[in-house]
Each structure stands twice: as C-alpha cells, then as structure tokens.
C-alpha cells in the first residue's frame, strides 16, 4: 500500500531533539557554555586588579626611596682594613732597551684584622609619607679587635712600606646615615676619623684614619695593634656585615621581630621573639676565599668579601600588596564558586538564574579583591581580609535570597562562601603548604559537585530526577 504524507501531517510533525539543546526541557549544555565564558570573561578585571596592585607597590617603593634617601638606605659595616702604601720601582728604558733611569711609584696594600668582636643594637622606628609606612632603624655597633703585622712582613718587604702614609679604612654605602662616630682607640690613643678616598674601598664611601709611624712602634713583625671603634648609623631596609677578620664574631640585638637573615653566612645561634631578636654570628678565615692581605692589583679580593657579605633584612617576608597579590592569584577560583552553587540550584531546584544575575554574583567576587586592597593600606591584611570576606559573603547570601524561586535556600551560599574564604586564607598563610592545600581543596570541591550532581540526567529526557532534598 502506498503511503504518502499530506503537508498538513508534515507540519504536525514534532522532531525530539536533546535536553541539552531544548531550551524548553531541563537541559543545560548552553547554560554551561554561557558559564563558562563568564568565567573566563571576568580574567579581565582579575587583570586589571593585578595591575592596580602592582601600581599601589610603586606608590609604596617611590614612598620608600623618598623616606631613605634623607634618612639612610641599606647600611654595612665595611672596616676596619689597614692600608699602607709601598714603594715599587721599575725601570724605564729606550726604544733600544738602554736603562734610562729607576722611577717608582706607590701601590696600597690591605692587611685584615686577625680577630674582631662586634656588638650591634639596633632600635626601629617607623617613618609615614602619606598613607605608606616605612620602617627604619637606628644601628649602634662597637668593635673591637686586633691587627697582626706577621702577615703583612711575611709577604711584602718592609724597606717598601710607607708607614707614615698608612691609614685604618672603614667603608660604607653612603655616609649619609653616619650619626655619630667615636674617635678610632688604637694602641691606647684616640685618633679622629676623616672623609676618605672611595675610588679604592668595598662600597662607595669611606672614613680614615690616618694610623702613622709616630703612633707606637707600627713597624716591629711581632707586634699586635689593638683598636676599637663606636659608632651611630641610621638606615633602612638591610643591614649587612663582612667577615673581615680571621676570627669574626658578631653579637646583635634588635626590636624588630620579622627578621629576614640573608647572605653568604647565617646566624649560628638566633632568637627571635614578638618583642624582638638576638642573632649571633661566627666566622674564620677558612671559610672565606681571602687571604689576609692583599695589593691594590689584586682587585678580585674586594668583590670576594663582598660576595660574602650577610646580614638582615628588615621587611617582613610578605607584606600587605604581596600577600594581595597572591590571594588574586585564585581569583578564578572565587569565581567559580557562587556560580557552581547557582547553577547547582538550576540543576537541583530548577530555578531559572538569568546570565546578568551570574554577572552580579562575579562582580562581587571581584569587588572583594578591590576591598582588601584599598582596606590593607589602612589597617593589617587580616583585618582587612575578615572585612572584605564578610562584606561579600553576606552581600552575595542576600542577594540569592532575593532570586525568585531560591528563598530561604538562598542562604546556603553563606556557608559555602565562608568556607571558601576560609581555606583561601589559611592557603595563604601556609606558604610551604600552599600547593597541597590547594590541590586538596579542588578536589574536595569537585567532589562535592560530582555528588550532588550524581541523580542529574543530563540529556534532559526526565528519565531520572535528582533529589530536590539535596539543597
């Protein structure tokens, strides 16, 4: 039997197409794909926040620079070095290599101490320009050791050396944070100190003392000078010290309680305590690649003690616009978080969220990074967290409630949003486990996704129901 259709049978005809592309039916495949461009949408303003804390962080550094450069910037302890000045001859000849005559001139030779004992304390203060908060310290430090001509005599012939011309040379940074200095105790007599020449020094000024042969017998092999020096310095953001003697020891007390010990050495006994730290420090020539003394034509031997150099710095290990910075970095993930939960509610409640109410809930999200920035320059990062979490979770929670369809469920956003904030903030804080936690924190999410989702028929046919009691 033939069979045809007539158009009137063809336009009744209904072709079944899958929930996923029936907007009609409970099916989410283009829900999903909107989500998801959302998500990646709002990488524009967590940029944009990115760049707005980096700029905050120049406004603090030109703050700073400004601060330390009337007050005193880096600050080291580079002295005592004796230098003495010795004769060398050469003579000078013809085009036909026919002595002329004997010319000589004058080549300084560095001796080290052979032991040093140092005793710093240093009291920190803070300094404002504007909003921006610089801490700045006040070193006091006083030496005391001993010079060995043996070294010296052994290595360099004594006819050669211009005793009346050797000076005791102490080197700095910058003299700008000089405040006070004691005359230089050596062998008993005090003698004043003076600006020095820095085109030969381990930084880039210089004291000196001029230590000459009227000052006790200076040229007996066998003798041991004594010195001593005291001095106040004023700086900011690092301190250093150079192992110059044979034996160094160093002692320091302070009243900053975030140390940062850095370079070449590290302290071999430290306490460190809320109302501040000790730090103790013992070094030998064997562990440094100097000898103990050396001419101005092996220049290699300055940059050797500076490359050992140690010490601390005095800023905290993170501070506010780092910590930011870093909490920006799962911004994403914040996110992702009251979209999962709206789009669960879709799923499980079967409400209907509009795309714009998506938009809302990820602007608030980002909101809270422009919260905890502008708040962290007034009060501490943790206040400023709790303020800035609080603000967006009760906006967000409110905010659901109002969504027709949500009501009192709407709530449960109050929760997962603490939650979230929650481990975000103690991710931060545990640095050394910061990737674990993270890791550990995704896949419980996802687990939690993947069982509240596990009665949901995704091809929307109405084979298989969720729970409408999971939420």
């Not at 303003?45 to 550094?61: A, D, F, S, T, Y």
């Not at 999962?340 to 714009?356: A, D, G, N, Q, S």
């Not at 303020?387 to 659901?400: D, E, G, N, Q, R």
Request: proline fraction near 4%; aromatic fraction near 14%.
């Amino acid at each position: 039997m033939k069979e045809h259709l007539e158009m009137k049978d063809i336009k009744n005809i209904k072709v079944k197409r899958p929930g996923w592309m029936n907007s009609g039916k409970p099916g989410y495949g283009l829900k999903i794909i909107i989500v998801l461009a959302m998500i990646l949408l709002f990488l524009i303003p967590l940029g944009m926040i990115k760049n707005l804390v980096w700029e905050r962080e120049q406004r603090k550094w030109v703050a700073e620079e400004s601060i330390l450069s009337s007050w005193g910037a880096d600050t080291a302890v580079g002295g005592p070095l004796l230098v003495i000045p010795r004769k060398i001859k050469y003579e000078v000849t013809d085009e036909d290599g026919k002595y002329l005559r004997t010319e000589e001139y004058l080549e300084n030779v560095y001796l080290l101490p052979e032991s040093m004992d140092i005793f710093a304390q240093s009291s920190s203060e803070s300094k404002f320009r504007g909003i921006f908060e610089v801490p700045v310290f006040t070193l006091n430090v006083e030496g005391s050791g001993n010079f060995a001509l043996e070294a010296l005599y052994k290595n360099y012939d004594r006819e050669t050396l211009v005793w009346e011309d050797a000076y005791v040379q102490f080197s700095y940074p910058s003299l700008k944070g000089m405040k006070r200095t004691e005359p230089l105790l050596w062998e008993g007599k005090e003698l004043d100190f003076e600006a020095g020449d820095s085109s030969r020094s381990l930084y880039g000024a210089t004291l000196k003392v001029d230590v000459d042969a009227g000052h006790g017998n200076i040229q007996d092999i066998s003798r041991v000078i004594p010195f001593h020096f005291q001095q106040e310095i004023r700086g900011g953001r690092s301190l250093e010290f150079l192992p110059l003697a044979g034996s160094t020891k160093i002692h320091m007390e302070s009243d900053w309680a975030a140390p940062s010990f850095q370079g070449y050495y590290l302290p071999t006994e430290q306490n460190i305590t809320d109302e501040g730290f000790t730090a103790e420090w013992m070094i030998n020539s064997l562990s440094r690649s100097v000898p103990e003394c050396w001419s101005a034509s092996q220049d290699q031997f300055f940059q050797d003690l500076l490359e050992s150099a140690f010490g601390l710095n005095y800023y905290p290990e993170f501070d506010s616009y780092q910590k930011t910075r870093r909490t920006v970095e799962y911004g994403i993930l914040f996110i992702l978080i009251p979209f999962l939960t709206f789009f669960l509610f879709e799923l499980i409640r079967k409400v209907k969220i509009h795309p714009v109410q998506y938009l809302l809930a990820g602007f608030g999200n980002v909101l809270f990074y422009l919260i905890l920035l502008s708040v962290s320059e007034h009060l501490n990062f943790n206040q400023s967290y709790l303020i800035a979490s609080s603000a967006v979770t009760v906006m967000l929670s409110l905010y659901t409630l109002s969504i027709k369809g949500i009501g009192r469920k709407g709530l449960y956003l109050l929760p997962v949003m603490t939650a979230g904030y929650s481990y975000l903030f103690f991710v931060l804080k545990s640095e050394d486990y910061a990737l674990i936690m993270g890791t550990a924190g995704l896949f419980g999410a996802l687990t939690l996704t993947m069982y509240l989702t596990r009665g949901i028929n995704w091809y929307g046919n109405s084979e298989t129901e969720a729970d409408d009691n999971l939420i």
